[in-house]
């Protein structure tokens, strides 16, 4: 069964969310929606369930959002988020691939500037 590593830190701003895996390490920027659905993962483990408790998709877009809730699902396995159910995990298992590099000069960076987040 797969498992969510949830988010070492979680901060929302307006209609965005930030997560933060330290250990992996990643980090991601998302709608309210796509959090919610990271929250129930561990706890329904079914696109099904998820969409049915969302209660404000309509009987018309399940499917779609079932399709979307499986490709985030996927996307975040190969981000190392997920596993099969064993939480823990190595980063020589996650065969890390470095795609982002930041350098703070000042020490003072708190993601508040526009472009950021």
């Known amino acids: 069964m797969k498992h969510i590593i949830i988010p070492d830190y979680i901060e929302q ?3 965005h ?3 933060i895996w330290r250990e992996i390490p990643y980090w991601m920027i ?3 929606e796509v959090e919610c659905i990271i929250r ?3 706890e329904f483990k ?3 369930k998820i969409v049915e408790k969302l209660s404000y998709i309509s009987l018309e877009d399940k499917k779609k959002k079932i399709a979307e809730i499986d490709s985030l699902v996927e996307f975040l396995g190969k ?3 997920i596993n099969d159910g064993d939480i823990s995990y190595s980063l020589s ?3 890390p691939i470095l795609k982002n590099f930041t350098i703070n000069v000042t020490r003072r ?3 508040r500037c526009r472009h950021c987040f």
Request: charged share 25%.
């Open 40 to 42: 129930f993962w561990n």
């Open 30 to 32: 998302v709608d309210k």
């Open 79 to 81: 981000k190392g988020i």
């Open 13 to 15: 701003r307006e209609n």
């Open 17 to 19: 969310v930030l997560l």
């Open 46 to 48: 079914s696109s099904d």
């Open 93 to 95: 298992t996650l065969n």
């Open 109 to 111: 960076c708190n993601l």
